[in-house]
């Protein structure tokens, strides 16, 4: 079955770089959209970024845009989030998810998430 | 970017109760809506999309429905499980966003 894991969480100081990677599982990586999606603590959930599988299509939220990167490495079934120029603000478990294969925009899947602190 | 309000923010219910969740667009989205439940210390699950359409395997006591700007999200008959927070999220467009989510607590 289809299983997300992320890692590289931490805790950063602000302004500083942070990459994120989510490894795949259980499905043929390539033929989906995959998605960023953080939620900072006690809040609601915030959609971040996705990517198609074929990397013609990147959108980005305009909270993140300019700052953080997404990418993914279809031969290594991962899917990445480089964070750069990191606030306070920014501080929030990020999700890794894939699309529903209804919509590249409908997330199915969901990974365990992982803490990032952003913090002096 | 199109905004999404959800009401209440928080809702207290008993089980048993038929309890319905508001979700409203700041534009149009045609049915282009998702939602998902979320408890704490987990990932949210997806549970409608295309506003009215029950992800597999969910069960039939969620129902979806809405079209434009305005959608509910209705659980036919609450059940322990079902304490949860419920957010909606539009995908009208390449820029998504989640409404603020309701909790429903138990009454």
């Known amino acids: 079955q289809v299983h997300l894991v992320e890692s590289g969480g931490t805790l950063v100081e602000p302004g500083g770089s942070l990459r994120l990677s989510c490894a795949a599982s259980?499905?043929?990586?390539?033929?989906?959209?995959m998605g960023w999606i953080r939620q900072a603590p006690g809040k609601g959930l915030e959609w971040i970024s996705y990517?198609?599988?074929?990397?013609?299509?990147?959108k980005y939220a305009e909270s993140v845009r300019g700052r953080f990167t997404i990418s993914r490495d279809n031969a290594k079934n991962s899917l990445y989030l480089q964070m750069d120029s990191l606030r306070v603000e920014d501080t929030a478990v990020y999700f890794c998810?894939?699309?529903?294969?209804?919509?590249?925009?409908?997330?199915?899947?969901w990974g365990q998430g992982t803490l990032v602190t952003v913090s002096s | 970017d199109i905004q999404m309000t959800q009401s209440p923010s928080t809702l207290s219910a008993s089980v048993g109760d038929r309890v319905t969740i508001t979700c409203r667009a700041s534009q149009s989205i045609s049915k282009w809506l998702a939602w998902y439940q979320q408890k704490p210390g987990k990932a949210p699950k997806l549970l409608i999309y295309e506003a009215s359409i029950v992800e597999s395997g969910v069960p039939s006591r969620f129902s979806g429905s809405g079209s434009g700007t305005e959608f509910t999200l209705t659980i036919g008959s609450l059940q322990p499980d079902d304490f949860a927070t419920y957010y909606c999220q539009h995908y009208y467009g390449y820029f998504l966003s989640f409404g603020g989510g309701t909790k429903v607590e138990i009454e």
């Open positions: 998810a894939r699309d529903s294969g209804y919509s590249g925009y409908v997330f199915g899947n």
């Open positions: 259980g499905f043929t990586f390539s033929d989906f959209y």
């Open positions: 990517i198609s599988g074929s990397v013609t299509t990147i």
